[in-house]
């Protein structure tokens, strides 16, 4: 019996394996037929996104250079958190998953572990275990929140990272255990703290009242030598073979005398400062090989905006001229030096440093003798509008801060700035005539308050008229939200003649003679808070109706162009950026906080609100829109958030029933522009916060 059930199981041993193996090759159809359907419905769902093409221009704060490999480098932003470079600075690239601090006041690499990378933001102290491919915050409370920052506020000494927290003191931070243990060193934490040095095993803090060292645990003033009424030390370096230096704000240069324990003076020279009248100082570098080499820079807020290096400790000094913009980079403000933040010199070739500046990245292969810019990647500008020309796709305008109107007539291979009769400032919209493109008009906030800058070009841009007119008087409510910065700017498509301009405060403006005079039309409006991405519509069927977005009071209308307005979604009462469906005037989209939308299909009469997907934190808003004029069907949202990271883009495909969030892989800063071209090949652009502007092209739709 045993024998036979033996030959049964031998007998039937063929056909159970060629069952399985037909099994499994059903089983591998299915699962190569359900990838070959992921691929296929990743690709639909998928975005192509690339850089729109314009790079620089932004405020660059930190530099930090991989102390083993140093093609590996590191550059902080104001704005949009960290760019990184694995090829000596020639090409950069955003490194921002996980941040949600987007203002970098200081970059650290480990000594002894380069992956391990260390970011001194606003919002807290983030960590890389991998070279910034994603970062983790490691504390909130250790923070650095002044906007004018110090010059080395992290430094690694004994074991441990040191890291100087604005008013909040100094900080230990030691990374043997997991999460990472930080220890508060007390003492300074009513005191702004600029830079931190070790110097003969002791730590030193260069602060806004003079210089202080850690000393058997407490903090022991050393100001010896330095006046008691200039003692605003921004920065502080200490060199290995026995050198101290500090610099002063408004003295300069001092460095310890250790026999005499004091500060020792080491100015400019008469020379120098009658010729070039310095104002106060920010940057100091001292070269890690030789302590006789030092650098030091003028103050980013100050003018003239000066680099001087001194071969002798201090005894005298050169200025530095040589900075040689490259002229494959789009054109930027800064043309030469423009206010230095961080000089830095490479830990494994002296000879090579690196500068932070207001507008550019620099490098030197010469000691600091010249000075080559570095663009390729730094996206470093806030994008308040995009302009794609009506009648040709390639023109592009881009309204930027610091920068003001940038044009690209290559669809964004290249960039100039259009701003020939321009006050330098932000610009924040720009509108082009659909019956004549050389008519264009472009709105700016300056500087000063008291004014309303609209400009008005007849040439495409080539060079603009003052049209503006001053704010009315009186002050401005007491909001949060109220700045009385201007906000938008639309033409009106039955008359180039006539412009309507939105204030935050102010409420709206009107000019129907082209500038030459204007009006407030604000009847019935009760919140002239007017903001967010064409937060004013006009309706192209008929000029006299338009739609008002405002803070607090929601969405008006208006049917007699501007005289009368009536709110329409009293039940919505804070709005942001609008959109109006090309096809279907009278289908209006509005953002709104907490990630929803509110959406019309009867010109305002009656409102039905959306949200986004993922959950609907208070603190970021829907807030710029646009409906794809070939395809209404598909409608984009980009997202704001108040002091934080917001939560990037999202998209329709079915007018705005349902929503999906694009995978752009990007940091997670405010989406402020969103702009769709009226072409064939459905694509829009994003203009943001910090990281310039993106284009982003959609698979698997059709028309």
């Known amino acids: 019996m045993e024998k036979t059930s033996i030959r049964y199981q ?47 221009g932004g405020r660059f704060t930190a530099i930090a250079i991989s102390p083993k490999d140093p093609r590996v480098l590191f550059v902080g932003s104001d704005v949009a958190g960290v760019f990184k470079s694995t090829d000596g600075g020639e090409t950069f690239h955003l490194k921002g998953k996980g941040l949600e601090g987007f203002c970098v006041a200081d970059i650290a690499i480990h000594p002894d572990d380069p992956g391990r990378v260390l970011l001194l933001t606003e919002d807290g102290l983030y960590g890389s275990r991998y070279q910034g491919e994603s970062w983790q915050k490691e504390s ?34 030691r990374f043997e255990v997991s999460p990472c243990s930080i220890v508060a060193v007390p003492g300074l934490e009513k005191i702004k703290v600029n830079g931190l040095a070790s110097f003969h095993e002791l730590m030193y803090a260069g602060t806004e009242r003079g210089v202080f060292r850690l000393v058997d645990g407490r903090w022991q003033a050393c100001n010896e030598g330095l006046p008691a009424d200039r003692r605003e030390v921004y920065g502080i370096s200490a060199h290995p073979n026995g050198r101290l230096y500090l610099l002063e704000r408004t003295n300069g240069l001092y460095v310890w005398n250790e026999g005499q324990k004091r500060w020792e003076g080491r100015g400019l020279g008469a020379w120098q400062l009658l010729s070039d009248r310095p104002g106060p100082y920010k940057a100091l570098a001292v070269d890690p090989q030789n302590p006789d080499i030092v650098f030091l820079s003028t103050d980013p807020e100050a003018w003239p905006h000066i680099l001087y290096k001194s071969t002798d400790g201090g005894r005298s000094w050169k200025r530095i001229t040589s900075f ?46 010249n000075w080559s810019q570095l663009y390729k990647g730094l996206q470093n500008t806030c994008v308040n509008a995009i302009k794609v020309h009506p009648f040709d796709t390639q023109k592009i305008y881009l309204a930027v801060a610091d920068n003001g109107l940038l044009f690209s007539g290559d669809g964004g291979k290249s960039w100039k700035r259009k701003v020939t009769g321009v006050q330098q400032g ?3 919209a720009v509108e082009i005539s659909r019956r004549d493109p050389s008519r264009m008009y472009l709105l700016m906030n300056i500087e000063r ?42 033409l009106d498509p039955a008359s180039d003649e006539v412009v309507y301009v939105g204030t935050n405060g102010y409420g709206i403006f009107k000019t129907t003679d082209g500038g030459k005079t204007w009006h407030a039309v604000n009847g019935g409006i009760t919140t002239p808070f ?27 209308k208006t049917t007699d162009g501007g005289n009368n307005w009536t709110p329409v979604s009293t039940l919505y009462p804070f709005t942001f950026g609008m959109a109006m469906d090309p096809s279907n005037p009278s ?24 949200e986004l997907p993922g959950g609907n934190p208070p603190h970021i808003a829907s807030y710029a829109i646009a409906v794809h004029p070939l395809n209404p069907k598909l409608v984009v949202v980009g997202t704001l958030a108040y002091e934080k990271a917001a939560d990037e883009v999202y998209v329709s495909r079915d007018g705005g029933r349902a929503f999906k969030k694009v995978p752009l892989d990007l940091p997670e800063v405010s989406v402020l522009a969103v702009e769709v071209a009226k072409s064939q090949d459905l694509k829009f652009f994003l203009g943001f916060n910090g990281i310039g502007a993106f284009q982003c092209e959609m698979a698997g739709i059709t028309r």
């Open 10 to 56: 031998v007998k039937l041993f063929p056909t159970v394996v060629l069952v399985i193996c037909s099994f499994l090759i059903i089983l591998s159809s299915l699962k190569s037929a359900c990838l070959r359907r992921a691929e296929a419905s990743d690709r639909q769902d998928g975005v192509v996104v690339s850089p729109l093409g314009y790079e620089g």
């Open 530 to 556: 007017v903001k967010g991405p064409n937060a004013i519509l006009i309706d192209p069927r008929n000029s006299q109706v338009l739609f008002a977005s405002t803070l607090q009071g929601g969405i008006y």
């Open 324 to 369: 040689h913009l490259d002229p494959q980079a789009g054109e930027t403000i800064g043309k030469d030096l423009t206010g230095v933040e961080k000089i830095a010199f490479s830990p494994a070739e002296p000879q090579k440093l690196f500068l932070a500046d207001w507008a550019n990245v620099w490098e030197s292969r010469d000691e600091g003798e």
């Open 140 to 173: 909130s409370e250790v923070r650095y929140e002044s906007r004018m920052f110090g010059s080395r506020l992290m430094v690694f000494f004994k074991d441990a990272l040191w890291v100087a927290a604005d008013r909040k003191g100094v900080f230990q931070v």
């Open 426 to 428: 932000h610009a924040q």
């Open 449 to 490: 308050k008291d004014r309303v800058f609209v400009y008005k070009s007849s040439n495409g841009g080539e060079n603009w008229e003052d049209i503006g007119f001053p704010v009315p008087t009186g002050s401005l409510p007491h909001l949060g939200f109220v700045d009385g910065l201007s906000t938008n700017l639309v």
């Open 587 to 610: 289908r209006l989209f509005a953002g709104r906080p907490e990630k929803k939308i509110i959406i019309s299909e009867n010109a305002g009469r009656t409102w039905r609100e959306v």
